[in-house]
Structures are given as C-alpha cells and as structure tokens.
C-alpha cells in the first residue's frame, strides 16, 4: 500500500455542502446591504477562506469582509451547517479506507468546530483519525497551513506516504508546498483543468477510482 495516510477536504469532497454555504452567504449579502445573486452564482465561495470570497468576488475591504463572516456564521450555525449531504459511496469509502488499515484525516478550509459537528451529525467521525481546520478567529485560514498544523500534531515526517484529496486548486496547491501529492476529485465543485493546472497527480471521477488509487 503507497499511502499510509490520507487528508480528505470536507467541502465537494466528503459532502455536497452547496445549499447551506450558499444560503449563508445570500444572508450576509443582505445584511451588508448587498441584494444577493443566485446561489448558482454563488459557488466559487465553496473550497476557499469566506474572507477571500467576499473581498474577491464583492470588492469588500479587510473589515467589511469579516463583518460578512460574521452574519454568515449568524445562519451557518443556525441552519446552513447541516444544509449539506454526503456523497453516497463516501461512507463506504471511509469504513474500507479505515480496514485496510489507511489513516483517514479532515483537513478543511471550514472552521474545525463546524467540521467536527457535521461529521459527528453523519455519523463519520468514527473513520477520523484527526479533524484539522481554521479557528473562528481566522488562525490557519488558508489550506496550506491547515495541512501544515495536521503535519505538525500527527508528527508525520514523510510525505510520499500522504495523499491529500480534493476538488479545488487549493487542495493541490496547499498540499504541494510540502511535496504532498494530490487526487483531485470530480464530483465536487472544481473543474478537471483547475484542478491539472494546480498541479494534482491524480485526477478520480469517483470515489471507486479513489479507492483503487489508495489501495493500490
């Protein structure tokens, strides 16, 4: 077996989590006096820190932007956080992953605490040997430095036994800093050139491929 371990993105990756996201940033729009756009317009905020999305796509300034997270977290915690699905084959994926004897890990650009409650809602944070993402205060916003923190509290020294998996260019960029090589998936909200262009070595159009890839 080549990987030992494995660093899974939560966002398009482990969950459809469009609808909740989506909604929550509609409400922040609203509340910063923004008339919102369609959710379908609204997709480029999933995979990326909410501060970029809104300085990005809104023009907002560094404070404007994190009173948007603010109001954005206001309906994350009290309906969007749950607004989500999970792939239909992941739970098999994680349960098999986990009794071949690879280490599964969350490494998310989401809040951990958010992470850790939607895990633990689906009923997979039993295949978790570890769920690494941002503090609410901003600390570890970018994905490269959450996989840093993962790198650092699991004390894995060796990153050809590490595959990350995603659906964004963050995913591969993040984890190539630190000669992590990257399976970008297909079902989630990247496309197959994002992905080929950030540099991930395997692209897997669904969680069957993924699976032979890392049992391989």
């Not at 469009?18 to 919102?36: E, F, N």
């Not at 430095?145 to 650092?152: M, R, Y």
């Amino acid at each position: 077996m080549r990987y030992t371990h494995a660093f899974f993105d939560l966002d398009g990756t482990i969950s459809n989590s469009a609808p909740g996201i989506t909604h929550s940033v509609q409400y922040a729009l609203a509340k910063m006096g923004i008339a919102p756009p369609p959710a379908e317009e609204l997709l480029g905020f999933i995979g990326p820190a909410l501060t970029w999305g809104f300085s990005h796509f809104f023009d907002m300034n560094e404070e404007d932007s994190k009173r948007a997270v603010g109001f954005y977290r206001e309906n994350y915690r009290a309906s969007g956080m749950l607004e989500c699905e999970i792939y239909e084959e992941i739970p098999a994926l994680l349960r098999d992953l986990n009794d071949a004897g690879v280490t599964c890990v969350l490494t998310t650009a989401k809040p951990h605490v958010f992470a850790n409650q939607i895990l633990a809602h689906f009923g997979l944070d039993r295949y978790f040997a570890g769920v690494f993402g941002p503090e609410l205060d901003g600390t570890r916003g970018e994905k490269h430095e959450v996989i840093a923190h993962a790198l650092t509290e699991l004390g894995l020294t060796d990153p050809s036994k590490i595959l990350m998996i995603g659906d964004r260019h963050h995913d591969a960029l993040g984890s190539r800093r630190y000669g992590i090589a990257c399976a970008g998936v297909l079902w989630g909200f990247g496309s197959k050139e994002e992905l080929t262009e950030a540099g991930a070595a395997y692209l897997c159009a669904s969680p069957a491929e993924l699976k032979a890839l890392l049992l391989q």
